[in-house]
């Protein structure tokens, strides 16, 4: 009789949904050694065929992969609730644009991401794609968290506290990425912010140092009516079009918003491979309107859910998003059937992490991934009965039944207390920073 296997962690569930393959595994346990996933096994082998240095039971919990948020500006955590019900044009230029020229600093991204961390943490989110000013001092706050990030190196042609111009948006974007490029936890990306924002000269030289450094590019694409009509106007054609014969499409191209689509914008992002990220409320916060997630799926592209930051969304919860994402599918295509509870999961999960460029590593619970994992509580009577926990996941729970995170194998959330955060201090600094903004 073969000997048990060591292994770190052992994790029993009532129910784990591996994302791949699709389903439900019920009265089985995870099998986590060096921060990879070694195994889904049935309870009763697992405790036959592996000897755990810690072993977790969690009966009345369903096990699935961390949550993916592909679209944040975490630091904006800070500007939370300081505009709520105003458009989007007014939103940026009355309220939000002229309080970062006052305000923005690396103390105010540092202090920022952490608040934003914590949220994300505390939901179940253990990968974002965020994209901000001061991306060093942002990943300096999500290593301190535990966070796993893809880093967007922020491009525009005007100037803020960041930078002054393309040039240096550019050089102090890459000295960000070379300075922490070999922290495990953390990818990187150029974040031109849209193509009304950013010149050709500025897009092309974007192309050239993405390819040499093979880093995905990421944009909001078309989240305003009015874009299109404004670069016909500029440019003679639409915005993803220029963006196409700019170079700027393909497998590591990623759309934020994308709510304007026409038919042939949805075509050209299926040929290219590339990924659009849906932000549900914000869009619908800030009125824009709603993207065409049904037609993306049906046409073959990747679609992840984001939040966009919390100045426009107000909660970065990923499961929130989910659910709102597939009731306003239903509902735009008066089809019941539409993006379903398993659809939308796997945009909150898989979805999130092939849009970065991240899925053989993460978003799955397939053996040789990372450990990135969630339990969920559904001992409540509120929870209660569970019949089938994918549709539980998306139709029922919400982020305060998120219990218990992991990241590599390392626990970052315990009982529902982040523990590589202080809590007190955080809650302390958001009042310093809410006192200078008012």
């Known amino acids: 009789m073969q000997a048990p296997i060591d292994v770190d962690l052992q994790l029993d569930a009532g129910w784990i949904v591996p994302i791949e393959p699709d389903g439900v595994l019920v009265d089985h346990s995870l099998l986590v050694d060096g921060g990879r996933i070694v195994a889904l096994a049935p309870t009763a082998d697992a405790g036959r065929d592996y000897s755990p240095r810690e072993h977790l039971s969690l009966p009345a919990h369903v096990l699935l992969p961390g949550l993916v948020n592909a679209h944040v500006h975490g630091a904006m955590s800070l500007l939370r609730g300081i505009a709520d019900d105003v458009g989007l044009q007014g939103w940026l230029h009355q309220h ?39 991306p060093d001092a ?122 304007h689509l026409q038919p042939s914008d949805i075509e050209l992002l299926a040929a290219q491979g590339s990924h659009v990220v849906h932000c549900p409320a914000s869009n619908l916060k800030l009125a824009v309107g709603v993207a065409p997630v049904a037609a993306l799926l049906e046409a073959g592209v990747n679609v992840a859910l984001g939040t966009d930051g919390a100045a426009s969304n107000n909660r970065l919860d990923i499961l929130a998003e989910a659910r709102l994402a597939s009731l306003i599918a239903k509902t735009v295509t008066q089809d019941a059937a539409a993006l379903p509870a398993t659809s939308a999961l ?75 955060l202080d809590r007190a201090e955080l809650a302390s600094r958001a009042r310093f920073w809410q006192d200078q903004l008012q």
């Open 346 to 420: 796997r945009m909150s999960t898989l979805g999130g992490a092939k849009a970065l460029c991240l899925d053989s590593e993460v978003g799955s619970l397939l053996p040789g991934k990372m450990a990135d994992v969630i339990a969920v509580d559904l001992s409540a009577p509120d929870q209660l009965p569970c019949y089938d926990a994918r549709s539980h996941l998306v139709n029922v729970v919400s982020r305060e039944q998120v219990s218990d995170v992991w990241i590599g194998g390392t626990r970052v959330v315990r009982d529902r207390v982040v523990t590589t």
């Open 96 to 134: 939000i644009w002229p309080r970062e020229a006052r305000f923005v600093s690396p103390e105010f991204v540092y202090e920022g991401a952490q608040l934003a961390a914590y949220e994300m943490l505390r939901g179940g989110i253990t990968c974002c794609n965020d994209m901000y000013f001061f």
């Open 138 to 259: 942002t990943a300096r706050a999500y290593v301190k968290s535990g966070l796993r990030a893809m880093m967007g190196l922020p491009i525009l042609d005007f100037p803020t506290p960041y930078a002054a111009n393309a040039d240096s948006y550019l050089q102090a974007g890459l000295a960000a990425r070379d300075a922490w490029k070999h922290e495990a936890g953390l990818r990187f990306s150029f974040a031109p912010h849209a193509p009304y924002t950013v010149h050709d000269r500025t897009w092309e030289r974007v192309v050239t140092y993405a390819r040499e450094l093979d880093l995905p590019i990421q944009t909001h694409l078309l989240e305003s009516a009015d874009e299109r009509a404004e670069s016909r106007t500029r440019y003679g054609t639409g915005p993803l079009e220029r963006l196409h014969a700019l170079g700027v499409t393909g497998p590591s191209f990623i759309a934020v918003h994308a709510v």
